[in-house]
């Protein structure tokens, strides 16, 4: 294993991330990664809020409340001088200038690893990327962490959240629990990698647990420091499966059967070339439909488990019940909490 090593670095080097801080901890996936490193007890998590913040973090979280919307990023600095890991889970409705000015700030206060506001797309699909408006953030994000030359980005390839997807309504994975109906893209058999935010949140936890440099020469276990070397790329998933698997799973849930059903067939492609042309001329709430009917074209860019294999076992994640996920999915659509909270 190539160095360098940890026996070679200076005296009081720590060969592992105890100091973490995290924007929008008290989010949808901010919650289940601080709610898992908390679980492992190795981290001090630090949660960077805003002064307004109403949301309730749990116990053993740091609060730092600063108010970093203008040009100043003095403060931001100061909250994260000596933190190891900078976790981004904002919404997507925060200013576009944010992840810059955290980046920035990162730099500036010696931040080794940066996990940037990226939670999904395969980052080394180019053309997956530019279909999905995502090519520019990516880039941006890698571009600025290397003019600056201190940290490290980490990406986690996830894809689509599963519950939250399941139960977003038909622009996601096509499924209508309100009025039970079920859009199948194609013929609903092409398999796409999906998480859940429990393996999500576990992916980070677990990566950040590990040594960051080998021991030494000898030493083959895993480290934060060969995911750095390949690009930063973290593949995950909790599921690879269709939308007929899907329908499966809801139907042994719901206790129902084909019939109980309104089905319908649209061209996934056809929903694509919709949803772009929508948001080119300023129809900005045809993006999840954009965005999702490109994940599940026939061409597989959706199952990169297939394409370059998936890092589940060297960071020790488990095998989740996919009916478990599936009734939190239905709910959430049965309730419209997508819709409500997004």
Same mark, same amino acid.
Request: glycine fraction near 10%; charge should be negative.
């Given at each position: 294993?190539?160095?360098?090593?940890?026996?070679?670095?200076?005296?009081?080097?720590?060969?592992?991330?105890?100091?973490?801080?995290?924007?929008?901890?008290?989010?949808?996936? =901010?919650?289940?990664?601080?709610?898992?490193?908390? &679980?492992? =007890? &190795?981290?001090?998590? @630090?949660?960077?809020?805003?002064?307004?913040?109403?949301?309730?973090?749990?116990? =053993?979280?740091?609060?730092?409340?600063?108010?970093?919307?203008?040009?100043?990023?003095?403060?931001?600095?100061?909250?994260?001088?000596?933190?190891?890991?900078?976790?981004?889970?904002?919404?997507?409705?925060?200013?576009?200038?944010?992840?810059?000015?955290?980046?920035?700030?990162?730099?500036?206060?010696?931040?080794?690893?940066?996990?940037?506001?990226?939670?999904?797309?395969?980052?080394?699909?180019?053309?997956?990327?530019?279909?999905?408006?995502?090519?520019?953030?990516?880039?941006?994000?890698?571009?600025?962490?290397?003019?600056?030359?201190?940290?490290?980005?980490?990406?986690?390839? #996830?894809?689509?959240?599963?519950?939250?997807?399941?139960?977003?309504?038909?622009?996601?994975?096509?499924?209508?629990?309100?009025?039970?109906?079920?859009? !199948?893209?194609?013929?609903?058999?092409?398999?796409?990698?999906?998480?859940?935010?429990?393996? #999500?949140?576990?992916?980070?936890?677990?990566?950040?647990?590990?040594?960051? *440099?080998?021991?030494?020469?000898?030493?083959?276990?895993?480290?934060?420091?060969?995911?750095?070397?390949?690009?930063? *790329?973290?593949?995950?998933?909790?599921?690879?499966?269709?939308?007929?698997?899907?329908?499966?799973?809801? &139907?042994?849930?719901?206790?129902?059967?084909?019939?109980?059903?309104?089905?319908?067939?649209?061209?996934?492609?056809?929903?694509?070339?919709?949803?772009?042309?929508?948001?080119?001329?300023?129809? !900005?709430?045809?993006?999840?439909?954009?965005?999702?009917?490109?994940?599940?074209?026939?061409?597989?860019?959706?199952?990169?488990?297939?394409?370059?294999?998936?890092?589940?076992?060297?960071?020790?994640?488990?095998?989740?019940?996919?009916?478990?996920? @599936?009734?939190?999915?239905?709910?959430?659509?049965?309730?419209?909490?997508? @819709?409500?909270?997004?």
């Amino acid at each position: 294993m190539p160095g360098p090593y940890a026996k070679d670095q200076p005296q009081g080097f720590s060969n592992h991330v105890e100091k973490v801080a995290v924007i929008g901890a008290g989010g949808q996936i =901010g919650g289940h990664i601080v709610e898992q490193l908390l &679980k492992k =007890g &190795k981290h001090v998590v @630090t949660a960077i809020s805003r002064p307004g913040s109403t949301n309730t973090l749990p116990d =053993g979280v740091e609060v730092v409340r600063i108010d970093y919307s203008g040009d100043d990023i003095s403060a931001l600095v100061e909250a994260l001088r000596g933190q190891q890991a900078l976790i981004v889970t904002m919404a997507v409705s925060a200013p576009k200038d944010t992840m810059s000015k955290l980046i920035r700030a990162a730099a500036e206060a010696g931040v080794p690893y940066i996990l940037p506001n990226w939670f999904g797309h395969d980052a080394a699909n180019d053309s997956l990327c530019q279909d999905s408006f995502l090519t520019q953030m990516r880039d941006n994000v890698r571009d600025e962490v290397q003019r600056l030359g201190v940290s490290s980005p980490l990406f986690l390839i #996830c894809n689509f959240w599963y519950e939250f997807s399941l139960g977003g309504g038909p622009d996601r994975f096509g499924f209508d629990f309100q009025n039970r109906s079920l859009v !199948f893209f194609d013929k609903g058999s092409v398999a796409i990698n999906t998480s859940t935010w429990p393996q #999500c949140g576990r992916a980070v936890a677990n990566i950040l647990s590990l040594k960051e *440099l080998p021991d030494d020469e000898k030493d083959q276990s895993t480290t934060i420091s060969q995911f750095r070397n390949d690009g930063g *790329l973290i593949y995950i998933s909790s599921f690879r499966l269709s939308q007929r698997d899907m329908f499966e799973s809801v &139907k042994r849930v719901t206790k129902t059967t084909d019939a109980d059903w309104t089905i319908t067939h649209e061209s996934s492609e056809q929903r694509w070339k919709d949803g772009m042309a929508e948001v080119m001329s300023g129809n !900005f709430k045809a993006f999840t439909k954009m965005l999702y009917s490109r994940m599940f074209f026939p061409n597989g860019d959706g199952d990169y488990q297939s394409r370059r294999g998936l890092h589940n076992d060297v960071l020790g994640l488990p095998e989740e019940d996919l009916d478990a996920a @599936t009734s939190i999915g239905v709910r959430m659509g049965v309730n419209d909490e997508v @819709t409500r909270t997004h």
